[in-house]
């Protein structure tokens, strides 16, 4: 290395250099090791987002913002190895005010490790906790320079001009100023409005998460979703009998049991950060992935079953990050906008002082499902990608005590990530069906307006 | 020489050093070994049983203090959770005997609490009561009652006297109610219902047979519930902690005070003396402890009325305080009080002065006992004998539950694989909660509401974790000593050293058959004019009974000039001239019926039925400051309504204007023969209405004039709407139309136009928070600023007022400020701070709020209220723990700071500017005057003697939970500097209500007082003179 640093610099030898380098390098690996292109593998770049996901957890995120940390690292790195692989498209000029990356000459650069260098790097700027991800990428780093110091530097390097280039289009995606805006004001007078729930009662999340920059959308209101059902306590009013559904469907499979299938099917897809339990002064929270992680779940099971190579690989990730992302865009602004009460609370005051729904009711308002429109936008595109009738064991929730479960496509899936919910006793059913509707428009949306393989 | 210095210094080094040694504590902590009392609270937690299985799983045993042998020394019975319960026999000499087995009172039930003694069955020897937990996790047993057989042993008798309760016991207070002669029993029991959701108040009137609190009445040694009947609430909410016993009123009845944990409201029942009680807590307290645990009473400011403290677990140390959870969110206290029906309650301790039959005044904060840790016993007595009631409070916790890394980070490592399991959580889990063994508190009282904090003075600053709490005279010298239950370490002892240092005077009362300890008895020590009174309830503190004598302090006084001893049934007799230093035995003697008759006050303000027509009930149009911007203070967009008097439509009467609010229509109310109407023509409303207070907070205006001819007009300027610190300029207006602007003034909310130089025209004053008093000197129309006082004087003043305090004949200026009962602290040498800069720069301004403690800034808010405006911070601390303990510049880096702008406050007394030869010294109000902000003054001749006095108002609301509600202030009537009357004396309590002016008018030639209240109704009271 220090020999290598020297002859360069050197111009007077530089005639005989090459020949000389040569017999230098060979006689050098010959002694220590091969330095051949370090291998990144699909693997690699999974276990790095599956390192997000998990300091995600920690620092609970919620899920709007886990799309957010998921979607930004995932563009880095496309970008990165479509500008070396002719079978992707840069997403510059298709993404809301989103230019082309810097490129490089340096041939040395490593352009999948460059890529999951940025995606790090990057995520690691996205969460908290910055030295849960330093502490797993310095062990990369590490690995890879004994291998090849060489072209990890380069690649680092590049990646670091990368990463810059992306920092300062997130900066302007509105999140910095989202975070100071006002709080949501609970409407206490209106008895259709959301009020917070128990037990920790907690404010509206991110009320104004409709004002972040979309990517594919042109605003966040595009797919705004016809109304609920208008609110009314009459007995037969449409809205009276959803509300019903939820408390007779509830009791219904609460009499079968935990192990009935309705339980199963909503406690497999709670994907509730923070279900935050109390026992008189002793609290604690169980934790649990996003929707949005659990289809970064899926997508990383369809790549492994499928034995997608690398680029094939960031692009699934990729592609089905953005619609996610955009879907809580579309998502968010109708939450608030309809500003709809949740069926715990109604049926507390009006049914069963003493009814709580299978799943923690989380703390926004409900309509429309985040989970329905999240999972019919990721289904969407990952059927565009992978397939219709694409049939997998959805083995995602293993790590938190939760069972294996089985689909024959991905819009199955979707289908019963929606419905969960009304089994979990928080969405009326419009939520669920109109959630859904959504979330496969936003994702037909992404599918038409992104071109991303040549 | 050199050498003998150096052996000086190592001399005094070592005198140093003992003068910080264990000795010279007042309290001396008597060893196991030496004292024979062994016993300990032993805990066993395991993975199916644990606080996660029973949520008091760490409120700790009883402990009841009396004479069981009537040998004259108090003896001790500890009552443990899981294992026996044990009684010393005191044998003199601090030496204690363990006879539990010989006396048969280990006690059969799985889970013990509180013990008392008390002599249940009236034969004048002192019985053992234990409450259990039974129902619950297989918790056996029930309530047990030793009864005492005269030789050091005791028969189990509680089924035989229907006291064998078999429910969810905390403790139990064995007082005469219905004064039959003989003791009746509150059992206090405590709720297991789930606390997730908050529920309807409407639970409390269904009583729940384990939960619900018992009132049984002594029908001749058989005991018959009378809960219902006598009007006792039972619910399956009422977490009942706290019990304490008093006549509250003063009407010869026992009244109770329950304190309930979370967010069932306490219970404040008045004896109605026919055998029911009518709960009355909304009537007398504007606030409660929110968690509230141990209570005591006792009359600490010698007025004869008892006083209360109920504790809750606030701590004081910068580093728990700022890791553990706090106090509820602004919208989840709205929606708990307005929706769901429950009172305002906080999470401090809460100290109430009772105001006989007005709203007691919260002083906790005032008087620096607010935080004391997860505290469970309070008890007041005076330790140190100097005549002040001193407090003691017992503290810690084996884990501390609420710890916040606890619950958001530390916990769900570990049970995140458990999410299918129905036992989320695990012995080793719940280990790492953190300790919560601390020190527990000693404050000496002073001769009014104040107390100083001695611990590590008067006793060891040792962390414990002690519950249950009493206090007799062990050792028989005159002095109390403590005794504590803790928690996994052996008792504690604390032997009172105060001995011959000061003198004291102890009671015993030998009663009637029945009630032989005279419970419920009350006796007034007068001397030189100063009353010390005691009230004898035994069962105080928490869980726990105190030995049933009374004991008085009397510093150096030999001889007390009298004693009045009344009776449980309501008779007295007086002693004179009664050595001190002594312990009298005091028995019924030619006792007279004793009147509770109150010496009638003559009010000088009387209340107006009908309001003379002036029905303006104001609300507040913007009601989510906090929303916009979440670090503010406090709220700017509640200051109204703004008013205004005038004349109208110029038929000589004066009218009334109000308006409500930056958006609100103004309206008029004309004056008639028969009062006020309203006037809903509107052809009456004047065309411009220059308003004389501050209007919301857009821009606030106060307009005044220089009535000398020419007009000068003023206009301050308070706040920027969303932006808090950003002041807008205020203005004067000259008459020849010229402006200037005055940039850097503070937050405009009053100013006065008054003579101060004395050279014939009006001078400007103008006051304002974050701003020092400012004076304009009028010189030939030209406005000047001068600088009259000789310290900065920042406050957050909210109105000024003339008038000669000091009866000097010259013109003093009474000032409104925040007072002294707040968590905001400010002082000359540590001014309070608040920072204003877009520290994330985002765009988006926030405010940032440092006081001062133990030599160091803090910023008042903790990580989840701060990072919420400020996201960086969650990167910077991602641990609480690491938040937690530092400092400003520690969070926020000095360059950070230096570049923001910096508002300082020096003082939050309210007081007044005494003239001295035109230059003004600030002089503070008397404590009564600083329970909450001062928000108006009028001045009139309110009593008719031909001299002006001032009535001053207050109270405000506007901020968040973190700081509570400063309802205290019942107004006052100022007729000089040494003649301050709290207002409810002359027949106006303004307390519990937000006053905003004070306004004197005439109707038929009758002076009329106007209060006008923030959010609520116009109040008009008749001034009778």
Redesign the interface.
């Known amino acids: 290395m220090s020999m290598y640093m020297k002859l360069k610099d050197s111009t007077t030898t530089m005639r005989i250099l090459p020949f000389l380098f040569l017999v230098f390098l060979l006689n050098s690996c010959q002694e220590k090791q091969e330095l051949v292109p370090v291998e990144i593998t699909p693997e690699d770049y999974q276990n790095a987002v599956d390192h997000v996901t998990e300091i995600m957890?920690?620092?609970?995120f919620s899920p709007p913002q886990a799309s957010r940390i998921y979607v930004y690292p995932n563009i880095a790195a496309y970008e990165i190895i479509s500008h070396v692989d002719p079978d992707y498209k840069s997403l510059a000029g298709q993404i809301t005010d989103f230019t082309p990356i810097p490129t490089t000459s340096d041939s040395l650069v490593n352009y999948p490790m460059a890529a999951l260098i940025a995606h790090m790097d990057l995520s690691k700027a996205l969460v908290?906790?910055?030295?849960k991800m330093t502490s797993y990428s310095d062990s990369l780093n590490n690995t890879w320079s004994e291998k090849n110091n060489l072209e990890f530097e380069a690649s680092k390097e590049y990646a670091m001009k990368v990463v810059d280039h992306m920092n300062r289009w997130i900066d302007a995606d509105n999140y910095?100023?989202t975070?100071?805006?006002?709080?949501?004001?609970?409407d206490?007078d209106d008895p259709a409005r959301w009020?917070?729930t128990?037990?920790a009662?907690m404010?509206g999340i991110e009320p104004h998460w409709n004002k972040i920059r979309p990517l594919v959308l042109d605003s966040a209101a595009q797919f705004k979703p016809e109304p609920p059902p208008p609110f009314s306590m009459e007995k037969n009013s449409e809205f009276y009998k959803e509300l019903e559904e939820v408390y007779e469907v509830s009791e219904e499979i609460t009499k079968k049991g935990d192990e009935s299938e309705e339980i199963e099917i909503a406690?497999f897809w709670d994907c509730n950060p923070y279900v935050?339990?109390?026992?008189?002064?002793?609290?604690?929270?169980?934790?649990?992935i996003t929707p949005g992680a659990h289809w970064m779940g899926i997508t990383e099971i369809a790549c492994k079953d499928t034995d997608a190579e690398f680029n094939r690989t960031v692009h699934a990730y990729t592609k089905s990050s953005i619609a996610m992302f955009d879907a809580f865009i579309s998502c968010w602004d109708e939450k608030y906008r309809s500003n709809l009460i949740r069926p715990e609370t109604l049926i507390?005051q009006y049914i069963d002082?003493n009814w709580?729904p299978i799943l923690q009711t989380p703390p926004f308002p409900e309509y429309v499902s985040g989970h329905s429109v999240v999972s019919g936008a990721a289904a969407t595109v990952l059927t565009e990608i992978f397939g219709d009738n694409f049939s997998f064991m959805d083995d995602t929730e293993l790590?938190?005590?939760?069972p294996v479960r089985g689909f024959d496509s991905f819009n199955k899936a979707a289908e019963e990530a929606a419905v969960s919910r009304l089994y979990g006793g928080i969405h009326y059913r419009a939520a669920i069906d109109e959630g859904l509707t959504q979330g496969q428009m936003v994702g037909q949306w992404v599918i038409q307006n992104l071109q991303m393989k040549q | 020489m050199a050498l003998i210095n150096k052996y000086l210094f190592g001399l005094a080094l070592l005198v140093m050093l003992c003068g910080c040694s264990e000795n010279d504590l007042l309290f001396e902590l008597r060893t196991p070994s030496r004292s024979g009392v062994d016993f300990e609270n032993k805990l066993t937690e395991n993975d199916s049983l644990n606080i996660l299985d029973y949520l008091y799983f760490y409120n700790g045993g009883g402990l009841a203090m009396g004479d069981i042998n009537n040998d004259g020394l108090p003896d001790l019975y500890f009552s443990a959770n899981q294992e026996q319960n044990k009684l010393y026999l005191n044998k003199g000499n601090l030496e204690f005997e363990d006879i539990t087995q010989s006396a048969g009172v280990r006690g059969n039930s799985t889970w013990n609490t509180g013990a008392v003694m008390a002599d249940v069955n009236g034969d004048g020897w002192l019985d053992i009561y234990v409450t259990a937990v039974v129902g619950i996790n297989g918790f056996k047993g029930h309530n047990e009652l030793f009864i005492n057989n005269k030789d050091n042993t005791f028969t189990e008798s509680a089924a035989e006297f229907g006291l064998d309760l078999a429910t969810y016991g905390t403790t139990a207070s064995f007082f005469d109610y219905d004064l039959d002669g003989d003791l009746d029993v509150y059992v206090l029991n405590h709720a297991v219902h789930t606390e997730e959701s908050f529920g309807k108040v409407q639970l409390r009137y269904t009583r729940n047979e384990k939960s619900g609190d018992r009132l049984l009445r002594n029908d001749g040694n058989t005991f018959t519930d009378v809960s219902e009947e006598a009007g006792i609430y039972g619910g399956v909410n009422a977490y009942g902690l706290g019990l304490a016993t008093s006549d509250f009123n003063r009407d010869g009845y026992p009244d109770i005070y329950v304190g309930n944990d979370f967010h069932e409201d306490d219970y404040f029942y008045l004896n109605n003396g026919d055998g029911t009680f009518t709960e009355s807590l909304r009537k007398y307290f504007g606030h409660t402890s929110r968690f509230s645990m141990g209570n005591d009473v006792a009359d600490i400011n010698h007025d004869g009325l008892p006083d209360l403290i109920s504790l809750d677990m606030s701590p004081e140390d910068e580093k728990v305080l700022k890791s553990s959870e706090g106090d509820d969110t602004y919208q989840t206290l709205e929606m708990r009080t307005q929706q769901y029906g429950y009172h305002f309650q906080y999470t401090r301790n809460m100290l109430y002065i009772n105001q006989d039959d007005n709203p007691f005044t919260e002083t906790a904060l005032l008087s620096g006992i607010a935080a004391t840790d997860w505290s469970w016993s309070a008890l007041f007595s005076d330790f140190d004998q100097d005549g002040e009631q001193d407090l003691f409070v017992s503290n810690g916790i084996p884990k501390r539950p609420n710890d916040m890394d606890f619950i958001r980070f530390v916990s769900s490592d570990k049970i995140k694989n458990r999410a299918n399991e129905k036992r989320l959580i695990d012995q080793s889990a719940l280990e790492m909660m953190p300790s919560g063994a601390v020190s527990n508190y000693i404050f000496k009282g002073n001769a009014s509401i104040g107390f100083t904090n001695k611990t590590e003075q008067w006793i060891s600053g040792n962390p414990t974790v002690s519950g249950a709490t009493a206090i007799g005279d062990l050792d028989g010298d005159g002095d109390l000593d403590i005794v504590t239950n803790n928690i996994n370490q052996p008792a504690g002892l604390y032997i009172n050293k105060t001995n011959d240092q000061a003198r004291y005077l102890k009671i015993r009362f030998d009663y009637r058959k029945g009630n032989s300890f005279g419970i419920g008895s009350k006796v007034e020590a007068w001397n030189d004019g100063v009353l010390q009174y005691k009230e004898l309830f035994p069962c105080r503190g928490w869980q726990a009974s105190s030995e049933p004598i009374i004991h008085f302090g009397m510093d150096d006084i030999l001889e007390v000039d009298s004693l009045k001893i009344i009776w449980p049934d309501n008779t007295y007799q007086v002693l004179s001239e009664v050595m001190t230093n002594q312990t009298l035995t005091i028995s019924p003697q030619n006792s007279a019926p004793y009147s509770y008759l109150k010496p009638a006050i003559d009010p000088i303000f009387k209340k107006v039925n009908g309001n003379l027509g002036l029905n303006y009930r104001h609300q507040d149009i913007e009601n989510n400051d906090f929303d916009y911007q979440k670090l503010i203070p406090y709220k700017v967009s509640d200051r109204g309504p703004i008013m205004m008097t005038l004349d109208s439509n110029n038929d000589s009467l004066t009218d009334v204007l109000f308006r409500g609010g930056t958006k609100a229509e103004a309206i008029l109310f004309l004056q008639n023969k028969l009062g006020f109407t309203k006037d809903s023509s509107n052809e009456n409303m004047p065309d411009s209405v220059d308003f004389t207070s501050p209007d919301s907070y857009s821009s606030q205006y106060f307009v005044s004039e220089d009535t000398n001819g020419d007009t000068l007009k003023f206009e301050g300027g308070y706040t920027t709407r969303y932006d808090f610190g950003n002041i807008p300029p205020s203005k004067v207006y000259y008459p020849d139309g010229k402006q200037e602007l005055l940039e850097d003034l503070g937050m405009v909310t009053d100013a006065v136009w008054n003579d101060f130089d004395q050279d014939g025209d009006k001078d400007l004053i103008v006051v304002g928070e974050w701003m020092s008093p400012k004076f304009f000197r009028n010189n030939d129309g030209e406005l000047i600023e001068d600088i009259l006082t000789d310290l900065p004087l920042n406050g957050l003043w909210q109105t000024i007022i003339p008038f000669d305090i000091d009866k000097d004949g010259d013109t003093d200026y009474l000032l409104g400020n925040w007072g002294l009962n707040s968590k905001f602290t400010a002082s000359q040498n540590a001014p309070m701070v608040m920072y204003y800069d877009d520290f994330d720069e985002n765009g988006t301004t926030e405010t940032v709020v440092a006081t001062f403690k133990n030599g160091k800034y803090y910023p008042l808010m903790g990580l989840n209220e701060l990072s919420a405006q400020m996201n960086f911070l969650r990167k910077k601390f991602t641990t609480f723990e690491s938040f937690a303990g530092k400092t400003m510049t520690e969070i926020f880096g000095e360059e950070a700071l230096s570049k923001a702008t910096k508002f300082e406050v020096n003082t939050l007394a309210s007081g007044f500017l005494r003239n001295t030869d035109n230059s003004f010294i600030f002089t503070e109000f008397p404590e009564i005057m600083q329970t909450a902000p001062i928000m108006a003054f009028e001045c009139f001749d309110f009593n008719g003697d031909g001299k002006e006095s001032v009535l001053a108002g207050g109270n405000y609301f506007g901020v968040i939970p973190f700081h509570g509600r400063y309802d205290s202030f019942p107004g006052a009537l100022i007729d000089s500097e040494t003649e301050i009357r709290s207002a409810h004396t002359v027949g106006i309590d303004l307390s519990l209500k937000s006053v905003r002016h004070l306004r004197v008018i005439r109707h038929n030639n009758q002076p009329y007082l106007l209060v006008i209240n923030n959010n609520d109704d116009v109040d008009v009271y008749e001034i009778k003179r």
């Open positions: 957890i920690h620092d609970i908290f906790s910055e030295e910095k100023q975070r100071t805006m006002s709080k949501f004001t609970v206490i009020q917070p128990p037990p009662y404010d406690q935050s339990v109390t026992r008189g002064h002793l609290m604690f929270a169980t934790k649990k507390n002082e709580k790590p938190y005590g939760l």
